[in-house]
């Protein structure tokens, strides 16, 4: 019947339901138009060096992923933000700032210095007032940090 030719014809791809990036696997991933192995192992390499995205539009962060591509994404996709992995700051070690992709070496040094000398239970919104972070660096790390 014609009702059948119709859904043969259908491309898969497009008729596919959005997928929660911060949970999917590559095989997840691979189900949206534009997104084939490469695209999907970067993803999940970036997704977990940050430890997971709180926008669709971070995806343009990714390796080999445009803007041109992102706008075609967002409504292939969404993002559960109760599945970012956060980062103690009162127990950070070196290595947990330096290598998040919004922190690096300089960064992670004069937070913990910061940290050392406070002797106390410092709150990620001190790493703005003291100067510590600019207004965007604070924006975009504050996200990944907790002080519980």
Not at 90 to 109: I, M
Request: with cysteine; hydrophobic share 35%; proline share 1%.
């Amino acid at each position: 019947s014609n009702y059948t030719k119709q859904i043969s014809t259908k491309n898969y791809r497009d008729t596919v339901q959005a997928v929660e990036i911060n949970t999917a696997t590559s095989h997840d991933l691979m189900k949206i138009k534009g997104i084939g192995e490469f695209r999907a192992q970067k993803i999940i390499e970036y997704r977990e060096k940050l430890g997971g995205f709180y926008s669709v539009l971070q995806l343009q962060e990714v390796y080999s992923i445009d803007s041109n591509l992102v706008a075609t994404l967002k409504d292939r996709c969404y993002v559960d933000t109760s599945h970012i992995v956060k980062i103690n700051l009162n127990t950070a070690q070196f290595a947990d700032l330096q290598s998040h992709p919004y922190c690096g070496y300089y960064r992670a040094k004069d937070i913990l210095n910061y940290i050392r000398i406070q002797k106390t239970n410092v709150q990620v919104l001190d790493l703005l007032h003291e100067n510590i972070l600019t207004n965007e660096e604070y924006l975009k790390l504050s996200i990944y940090l907790k002080t519980f």
